[in-house]
């Protein structure tokens, strides 16, 4: 059983920044490809960040690319979201996600989940 536990959300002003990031215990975490989704009342899920155990490599929603970064520690088991440049339609619950395999958009191909770390950006 793999357990994800995010933190590091909050309140912050538009422009500004905050670094999430998901403790993942169990089985071995460098076997999981990590995403981040994240979900605004009276909107569906959506993927926001990924990064794949194959190769590394990661991929962004169009909305975050060039102000999120996603990054892991294999080391720590941990993944991290660098969100900077905020702007109010990034307030949402962020939740990191794993599964096995390549980096896919849909949340209905991760089969573990966090409990979410809410971030509110006010303008």
């Known amino acids: 059983q793999v357990q994800l536990v995010e933190s590091g959300g909050g309140l912050v002003q538009t422009g500004g920044s905050l670094r999430l990031s998901c403790a993942v215990s169990?089985?071995?975490?460098?076997?999981?490809?990590m995403g981040w989704f994240r979900q605004a009342p009276g909107n569906e899920r959506e993927f926001v960040a990924g990064?794949?155990?194959?190769?590394?490599?990661?991929d962004y929603a169009d909305s975050v690319k060039g102000r999120f970064t996603i990054s892991r520690d294999n080391a720590k088991n941990l993944v991290y979201l660098q969100v900077n440049s905020l702007k109010p339609e990034d307030t949402g619950v962020y939740y990191c996600?794993?599964?096995?395999?390549?980096?896919?958009?849909?949340?209905?191909?991760?089969?573990?989940w966090g409990q979410g770390t809410q971030v509110t950006v006010s303008s």
């Open positions: 169990g089985r071995s975490f460098s076997t999981y490809t």
């Open positions: 990064t794949s155990r194959i190769d590394g490599s990661t």
């Open positions: 996600a794993a599964r096995s395999g390549a980096i896919l958009y849909g949340p209905a191909h991760y089969n573990y």
